[in-house]
Every structure is written in structure tokens, then in C-alpha cells.
């Protein structure tokens, strides 16, 4: 069952990128290909309707607490979220800088500092989530609950990976890059 959830969660990533096929968007100014806001809350909810799948699945829940945890864990993808666009901006400002060969100090301890910050606010908001799911869920469940996010986590990775560097292959009429200057700046060679 668990391949199946994994099979479903693949699929439910990838229809998205289906969908767009016919019609990719332009890509963003920095060379990177980015999903649109749209393109991305399609994705975000279906992961949710997986991870709801699984986390039913694996921690054996009822009805009672299905309603009270996957409004909780709603309320912390929002909050994650923000989090995120924020780390994107800070990021997408520092690769400009990379591009351009140019480092103003200022501008740049902004962004480091604030990157900073977004890891010391989403390390609270895991801790924060983590406090909340014993009001929520059982010993035995937040232990369940945190082996299949970590599941979870590790095929979300996994698969848009994959499906990025599909799209990188193929996205531009199959001149996708092959891995230049920007590929090592983004792993940190």
C-alpha cells in the first residue's frame, strides 16, 4: 500500500507539469524555471490530499481526529508558505547578485541576514507544530506522524528533482542547460 501512496503522490506532482505542457510558461529572468503561484497551489494541494492519504493510512485515524489535525497541519503549510516565498526572494536577489558578478555589502548582508532569519522562524514553526500535535495525537501517532513526513519530505524532494531536471531537458525545445556555471553556484561547489 505504501508504494501505491508513493505511486499516487508522483502522479499527483507531476499532472500539474502535464497539464502545462502544451503551453510552458516563459521562463523567469534569472534562467531558472519556476512554476507560476498557480501552478504551485495546484501542487501544494495535492500534496496535502496525499499526505492526507497517508498520514490516515499509516497513523490509523478516526474521524475526530482526522478533523482536529488536518486543519492544524493547513493552518502550518500557510504559515510555511510565507516562509517560503520569503526564502525564494532572498535567494532569487543573491543568484542576481552571482550573475551580475556584482556584491553590493549592503544588499547582501540583507539577504544573508534575512535567509537567516526565515531558518530560525521555520525551525520555531516545526517545534511549534510538533508542541501542537500532542494536543492532537497519540504517543504512538506523532512518532508514526514523524517517520511518514519524513517519508513524505524525502519523496516531495525526490520527485520534483526529477521533474525539474525533465523540465530543464526538455523545456526549451530540448536546449535545456547541462549543468554550467549557475548549476554549481545553486550546490554550493
Known amino acids: 500500500m505504501t508504494r501505491f501512496l508513493l505511486s499516487l503522490f508522483a502522479a499527483a506532482l507531476l499532472l500539474p507539469a502535464a497539464a502545462q505542457a502544451e503551453h510552458p510558461p516563459p521562463p523567469p529572468e534569472d534562467g531558472q524555471e519556476e512554476a507560476s503561484p498557480e501552478q504551485r497551489e495546484k501542487v501544494l494541494k495535492r500534496i496535502r490530499l496525499v499526505r492526507m492519504y497517508a498520514l490516515t493510512e499509516a497513523l ?28 525564494r526572494t532572498h535567494s532569487k536577489a543573491l543568484r542576481k547578485m552571482v550573475r551580475a558578478d556584482n556584491f553590493p555589502q549592503r544588499a547582501a548582508d540583507e539577504h544573508i541576514e534575512a535567509l537567516g532569519r526565515i531558518e530560525i522562524a521555520m525551525a520555531e514553526l516545526h517545534a511549534a507544530q510538533t508542541a501542537g500535535l500532542k494536543k492532537i495525537l497519540s504517543t504512538e501517532q506523532r512518532v508514526k506522524y514523524v ?20 523540465r530543464m531537458r526538455g523545456g526549451a525545445g530540448g536546449r535545456g542547460r547541462t549543468g554550467g556555471e549557475g548549476r554549481r553556484h545553486r550546490r554550493g561547489r
Do not use: N
Open 60 to 87: 490509523d485515524l478516526d474521524e475526530a481526529v482526522a478533523a482536529k489535525l488536518f486543519p492544524f497541519l493547513k493552518g502550518q503549510d500557510t504559515k510555511l508558505k510565507e516562509l517560503h516565498v520569503a526564502k
Open 147 to 166: 517517520m511518514v513526513r519524513e517519508k513524505l519530505e524525502h519523496e516531495i524532494r525526490k520527485t520534483i528533482r526529477q521533474h525539474r531536471q525533465e
